[in-house]
């Protein structure tokens, strides 16, 4: 492959997952988007429908666009909508103030992609089923196919049950639209179901694929998750297990460097269990169809060359506060930049390229998410929109901060030091004066570090609202930071009111909506 100065390419057959890798390819000289590229497949007949799969899971309304932050990011401290305050003014009221309204379009947009995810896969699984009982016997390909189906559905029920609280559980094959209307199930139903489509999500998922399918669904990817569903529920037991069958394999690692986490240099790194493919082309240089408007949504608002994006899903002062001092990571989470007209001396310049953005004079924000900063020679390549930006799920550091916290709440605080310690050791880097180690093993002090430390590196990463709710302390951390608002019953959103109508009354509201 030739070489490219700025990164490298494989894009993966039908155009629904791509590649990026640092040191080969051309972007010009990639098999077109929307085709077969003989000799990429693995086998297995049901494929295609999986790949479809791919591409509905970076989806706008599930993951990369301004629903979806505005559902696991904005109802936290640490974040609020950012942007002018008339630019998505109903978005500000619903979820930085706690004004919910069941007519909100965002929660019908949120459901209803989740929902085809489930109904997608829901038909998948019932043809594998159909063509095992007609006497076919079931490939290698086919058995890892099923297993990616399972592990897109418990994402999907995921994504409902942390978002609604008890939904309806439809885990069959659809082919009148009139079996949707049916009653909600308990979450304790809607989990039973994740944790068997988790279970059998890693029965036949491989530990690693070859070059051309990174990014693809992997043991690891099923573990994590059900790592991560365990812990929401603080079955501290099943999380540690999964978590440290994940350490354990010896799968990943914590040597990539802050810095580089998320810059493009650093996709699909050491430490990437779940990492949604995107990229550009030169004939597709802003486009949902390879690509996705993670970068763009939380972009600087800007004029000319500072017109990155929205700028929504932007970090307070509070998460600001949080770094210790000399935590490089602060530098990684924010992105300083000054409004038309100010004084550039009065940031700092934002490494890798020291560049100081200018946003427009009205937005309401101080920072910007450098987690979604994009590299200014790819800019002037594609769009300033960022559409090539791989975005993050779940990384290494998350799942060894969950064993940490599940050893902790299980009385072994030496577990639990021993992994709090590889994350802050990441993070230290040879700066021994910085971040020192914590030794306290008295179990309330732990946890407060433990969950400090899953505060600072895992900023804007989407998970923070969820942990003050199952930590029960929801109310109290988003009260003192003036989201006075927050009621115990906001842990869960109102069910969309179109959903409700349209059953007839088979479908009951949350409580108190």
Known sequence: MKKNILKALFVLTIGLFAVINAGCGDLLDQQPQGQWVKGDEPGGSFQTDIFTLYAKMRGYHVTTGNTAMAIHSFRSEDTEKG????????????????????????????????????????????????????????????????????????????????????????????????????????????????????????????????PVYVGRLTWGAARSLHAKAYLTRNDWTNTYTAATEVINSGIYNLNTPYEQIFRESGENGSESILELQCTSTPSQPGTNDIGSQFAQVQGVRGAGDWNLGWGWNTPTQLLADAFEPGDPRKDETLLYFIKSGGDPSTIPANKPWNEKPVANADVTNKYYNKKAYTDPALRLLYTKGGFWVNVRLIRYADIVLMASEAANELGNPADALKYLEMVRARARGSNASILPKVTTTVQAELRNAIRHERRVELGMEYDRFYDLVRWGIAAEVLHAAGKTKYLDKHKYLPLPQAEIDKSNGVLKQNPNY
Do not use: C
């Not at 909100?104 to 989740?114: A, E, F, I, M």
């Not at 942390?162 to 308990?186: C, H, L, M, W, Y």
């Open 83 to 210: 942007s002018t305050a008339s630019d998505g003014a109903a978005f500000a009221t619903m979820f930085d103030d706690f004004d919910y309204n069941a007519s909100n379009g965002s929660l019908q947009s949120y459901w209803t992609n989740n929902y085809d995810i489930i109904n997608i896969v829901n038909r998948i699984l019932s043809d594998i089923s159909e063509y095992e009982k007609a006497g076919n016997t079931l490939t290698e390909g086919d058995l890892t196919n099923r297993s990616e189906a399972h592990f897109f559905r418990a994402f999907a029920y995921f994504n409902l049950v942390r978002a609604f609280g008890e939904v309806p559980k439809i885990d069959f094959k659809v082919t009148d639209a009139a079996q949707t209307n049916v009653p909600k199930s308990s979450v304790d139903d809607i989990y039973k179901l994740i944790d068997s489509d988790l279970t059998e999500a890693a029965k036949y998922l491989p530990q690693k694929w070859s």
